[in-house]
């Protein structure tokens, strides 16, 4: 079974930057893919960006050249870097990871972007 912490949300003004962590409470490569999501009020949940099982990574256009996706082993954390920050990126981010077997979610940390 596979636990995901995420932080590092919080309330920022548009046009700054917030990196979001989500540490695994295993090694990262016992997990086949892991990707970060979120969710805004009265939306569905939508993927942001990815970690595929072959290594390469896709960011969804809406955020394309603002956000990064990345990943240290040695902490068993993966992380998103949000730069040029707009009112519209305002949700809930959540993590999830694929062992393989099942998928796992975070608890999700909230993000709001005040304009």
């Known amino acids: 079974q596979v636990q995901l912490v995420e932080s590092g949300g919080g309330l920022v003004q548009a046009g700054g930057s917030l990196r979001l962590s989500c540490a695994a409470s295993v090694s990262l490569f016992s997990i086949r893919a892991m990707a970060w999501y979120r969710q805004a009020p009265g939306n569905e949940r939508e993927l942001v960006a990815s970690?595929?099982?072959?290594?390469?990574?896709n960011v969804a256009d809406s955020v394309k050249g603002r956000f990064t996706i990345s990943r240290d082993n040695a902490k068993n954390t993966m992380y998103l870097q949000m730069n040029s920050l707009k009112p519209e990126d305002t949700a809930v981010y959540y993590c999830k990871a694929d062992d393989g077997s099942f998928w796992y979610w975070g608890q999700g940390t909230q993000v709001t972007v005040s304009s």
């Open positions: 970690f595929t099982s072959s290594g390469r990574t």
